[in-house]
């Protein structure tokens, strides 16, 4: 399989990764079945109405969630939906430990991963005992975000960490869609981050290609598309495709509506090498990883 080059030059390999493990604070989680990571949005504003909760109803919504198959538990307490309001380092963190704190006492075993561009939240949530730190911004956001993720390694709080290719910010990304040539320069753009992060002697490095941050939705499909060539890294890939805009704005329909919008995209990036799916809807998901694994693809 491969992906043209941008300058019209010899067609580059396009790889599936095969990094299939993660060490989440000492404990191994084995990607070689995909995951599912469920979606929980602190914040009064999410695109999808159905994945807002409160500090109160956190944990039923995390145990729902476990209950159907989630590995991972991602809490977010800054919406970054297009044109999302900007809140301050401090009310995203009171939105966020309280969670932690919740679902850890009530699931101490519960995998949390903390959605967050921010060092100082990320660093607070790992040391709450968030054991994940996903970060849309692919650390351009805040500059002390790569030393945070190596400091708590160093500290023997060692966290994988999700590098998220953005451009902008929530509040200016629609605007800067404009590529050369879309997935080499998501991939140029990626792997600057990368080679810090590995430099900072930070292992456990997942994948995003940032689905529906700074591109249309004709660039998501062709991202989609082109999954595999991301595997050159040798990272596990996060994709992140449920209810967004790519899938409602295409069928014309809400994102209340886009399940099995969603099931069918998330089948298509299981095809191609996703081994981590961040959704809304744990039980669907699940039921679409079992049934992707059970087809052999050539």
């Not at 790889?15 to 995909?34: I, Q, W, Y």
Request: net charge neutral; charged share 15%; aromatic share 6%.
């Amino acid at each position: 399989m491969t992906i043209n080059d941008r300058t019209g030059g010899p067609a580059q390999p396009m790889f599936k990764s095969t990094k299939k493990t993660l060490n989440c604070r000492g404990r191994l989680v084995n990607l070689t079945t995909p995951a599912v990571m469920g979606i929980l949005n602190l914040t009064p504003d999410s695109f999808y109405a159905g994945s807002r909760t409160s500090v109160d109803s956190v944990v039923a919504t995390a145990e729902q969630m476990l209950t159907d198959g989630a590995t991972f538990l991602d809490i977010g307490g800054y919406s970054t939906r297009p044109g999302a309001a900007d809140i301050s380092p401090t009310e995203e963190a009171d939105r966020v430990l309280p969670a932690i704190d919740a679902i850890l006492s009530s699931f101490p075993g519960a995998l949390i991963s903390v959605d967050t561009f921010r060092a100082s939240v990320a660093r607070q949530a790992v040391e709450a005992g968030a054991c994940l730190i996903n970060d849309v911004s692919g650390g351009t956001m805040d500059a002390a975000m790569f030393s945070t993720v190596a400091g708590l390694r160093r500290a023997g709080l060692s966290v994988p960490y999700v590098l998220m290719h953005l451009r902008g910010t929530p509040q200016t990304m629609q605007v800067m869609t404009a590529y050369t040539n879309l997935v080499p320069d998501v991939i140029d753009e990626l792997a600057v981050q990368l080679a810090q992060l590995r430099e900072l002697g930070v292992a456990d490095i997942i994948l995003d290609p940032g689905f529906g941050f700074a591109k249309t939705v004709e660039q998501n499909f062709l991202l989609l598309n082109k999954l595999p060539a991301f595997g050159l890294f040798d990272a596990p890939i996060l994709v992140g495709l449920s209810r967004k805009s790519t899938i409602w704005k295409t069928l014309k329909i809400t994102a209340n509506e886009a399940l099995n919008g969603t099931t069918v995209l998330n089948t298509l990036a299981l095809t191609k090498g996703a081994s981590i799916l961040r959704v809304h809807d744990v039980r669907e998901a699940v039921e679409c990883i079992k049934l992707t694994q059970s087809v052999t693809f050539f």
